[in-house]
């Protein structure tokens, strides 16, 4: 009779466990999920964050809140995500420009890159582009490199932050062309531009996303753009590679990030929803306007994609000789 009381006892423990096992992707219907984007409002990165959390909130009708979170190159988003409780409810939408360059550019990290996040997947891409103002002489990326080598030093590229993708693939570019630009960080766009027009700087590199609306209001004038293949968005725009200089092509994407120890029935539950989001025709065609590629797959897609970027650029800002801060 103990016996069988015992077992009684021990198959309601079981039979009362087995929801909170399961329970966990059907809990991101509860309480809000919180996209953070490292960026203030209004820019690239807060767009994109956006449209992808709002088509998997009409989908899903899940309770998504963007929070922007800017500051230290990112750092504080991806800190606020990591220390984050690992369910589901709060999400990153970080990018080359932060999770896969801050470890090498960063001293004191509060974060492992490889440990306390958890892949989810692939949102997009965006090629960098170098521009020139409409007048320039320069009408290709040749015209620089042929006056950077007959002044070393003295041809001035604005780049978005020192040890950005910007910095680093105008690295590239001069290693590749054999010539040395003079570097000159802004925050962005709206600092950058003025430099420009007066002629302190002769060529400026951004995203395509952050660029476009400029290159179709005949503002500037595009050069190049740095991706394996020519951006949906500027289709007469050549690559770096069909200009001549091999090498040149890594894209700046972005990918959901989610807590390190988030359990793997929440982020396939995530992934399922970011893939299905990001086939819908609706949302396809207001990225590919915004200057975005649309990106997916599995979180190891993600994986690998962080994994071979951090040994890219890591040996990038080491030739470069970029000091940590």
């Known amino acids: 009779m103990r016996f069988l009381k015992n077992l009684a006892a021990a198959t309601a423990l079981t039979l009362c466990a087995l929801p909170a096992l399961t329970a966990h992707a059907a809990d991101l219907a509860g309480a809000p999920t919180t996209f953070i984007s490292p960026f203030p409002p209004g820019g690239g990165t807060d767009m994109l964050t956006r449209m992808v959390s709002n088509a998997i909130g009409q989908n899903t009708h899940w309770n998504i809140v963007v929070e922007n979170k800017p500051g230290a190159g990112g750092n504080l ?3 606020a995500t990591a220390r984050a409780r690992p369910d ?3 999400l990153v939408m970080a990018q080359t420009d932060n999770i896969v360059l801050n470890p090498w550019l960063y001293t004191k990290l509060t974060y492992d890159v490889f440990k306390d996040f958890r892949p989810v997947g692939l949102a997009a891409s965006s090629p960098s582009v170098f521009v020139v103002l409409p007048e320039s002489p320069y009408k290709n990326i040749a015209d620089v490199v042929k006056d950077a080598k007959a ?3 003295q041809i001035s590229l604005g780049i978005p932050g020192i040890g950005g993708s910007g910095d680093l693939l105008g690295h590239l570019w001069g290693k590749a062309a054999g010539m040395q630009l003079m570097h000159v960080p802004y925050r962005g766009w709206g600092q950058a531009f003025p430099d420009l027009m007066s002629g302190r700087i ?3 590199t951004g995203s395509v996303a952050t660029l476009l609306p400029q290159i179709r209001g005949g503002k500037v004038r595009a050069l190049a753009v740095v991706a394996k293949e020519r951006s949906p968005a500027l289709p007469d725009v050549p690559t770096f ?5 091999k090498g040149i092509d890594q894209t700046i994407w972005w990918g959901l990030f989610a807590p390190g120890k988030t359990p793997d029935d929440v982020i396939k539950t995530l992934n399922t929803e970011l893939n299905k989001a990001l086939t819908q025709p ?9 200057g975005y590629s649309v990106m997916k797959g599995t979180p190891d897609d993600l994986a690998k994609q962080l994994q071979a970027d951090h040994d890219v650029f890591g040996k990038v800002v080491q030739d470069a000789g970029i000091p940590k801060q």
């Not at 609706?282 to 915004?290: G, H, P, T």
């Open 77 to 79: 988003a991806l800190d």
């Open 88 to 90: 589901g409810h709060t």
């Open 151 to 153: 002044k070393p030093g």
């Open 202 to 204: 002769a060529v400026y």
């Open 241 to 245: 590679t069909e200009s001549g200089f």
């Open 282 to 290: 609706e949302l396809v065609q207001k990225l590919e306007e915004a």
